[in-house]
């Protein structure tokens, strides 16, 4: 299995106590294209109030924009774009070909936010997630997540394409606006301290 984007991250050990799946997803992204990060780093940089974490968890644009501001004021090489699934901008096909070259690329990392029990197939499961994409098998069409909460939905798990777009267009409770994804990429190669 190839993981290439996510090889930091087996040597830093991410605890997530709390729900906070959103931020810590950012600290696993930053750290897997070479920036440690720590969710407290996030909550530190960005003065995120823990409370609108921790409640009702943050949308797809809430997550963006605290990412956005952590990367300006950590002045990290990086860019960030959103995409947000309601406006049928993107499409099934426009999704696989998103992923099947994300997986491709080690300069990215796809954040995906989803609706769990679309994505588990388990409608006992309830609420959003956000989870970092590691891998596409082009021949099954099965994206493998890497979880940002192993002890519940294991390290890395399986799911067919079609089922994890349709978990990303599913709506969110607390807002009108459909999941969607993050993507966060190097934008350039030199190192400057």
């Not at 996030?42 to 501001?69: C, H, N, Q």
């Not at 952590?70 to 990290?76: D, G, I, Q, S």
């Not at 940002?148 to 409770?173: G, L």
């Amino acid at each position: 299995m190839k993981t290439r984007d996510l090889d930091n991250i087996s040597l830093a050990a991410f605890q997530q106590p709390i729900n906070c799946c959103n931020v810590t997803s950012l600290a696993y992204a930053l750290t897997a294209l070479g920036h440690p990060t720590s969710v407290d780093d996030i909550f530190y940089m960005t003065r995120l109030p823990i409370a609108s974490v921790l409640d009702d968890g943050m949308t797809l644009a809430e997550t963006y924009d605290t990412l956005l501001t952590y990367v300006e004021k950590a002045n990290l090489p990086l860019s960030v774009r959103m995409e947000c699934f309601d406006k049928q901008s993107m499409t099934l096909e426009d999704f696989i070909r998103e992923i099947e070259q994300a997986v491709g690329d080690d300069k990215d990392i796809h954040i995906l936010n989803f609706g769990v029990s679309i994505a588990h197939d388990n409608y006992n499961l309830g609420g959003g997630h956000f989870s970092l994409v590691a891998n596409y098998d082009p021949n099954t069409q099965e994206i493998t997540m890497a979880d940002t909460n192993p002890k519940k939905y294991t390290r890395f798990w399986k799911c067919p394409a079609e089922r994890m777009y349709n978990a990303c267009v599913d709506k969110d409770s607390s807002s009108t606006r459909s999941r969607g994804m993050i993507v966060v990429r190097k934008t350039d190669h030199s190192h400057h301290e």
